[in-house]
């Protein structure tokens, strides 16, 4: 399954800055607009997988896995 996110990016003194709006702590910085979308879509798929493991590790064993729609 496919998910979209918003990327918030902005031009300032030369640099491309951008966060994902949706996954607080994933932002990036860049010189071409599209080496910052590269970059966050690496950097958001890194935390995703982080966050994953997280949650696994502190549930322990015995879990269930459920997929929640907003």
Aim: net charge negative; glycine share 8%.
């Amino acid at each position: 399954m496919r998910q979209t996110y918003t990327a918030v990016v902005k031009h300032d003194a030369g640099i491309w800055i951008g966060w994902v709006e949706e996954v607080p702590g994933v932002n990036c910085q860049e010189t071409t607009r599209e080496e910052l979308l590269a970059s966050l879509r690496t950097t958001l798929a890194e935390a995703i997988e982080f966050n994953r493991a997280e949650a696994r590790g502190a549930a322990g064993k015995g879990y269930e896995e459920l997929p929640l729609a907003v």
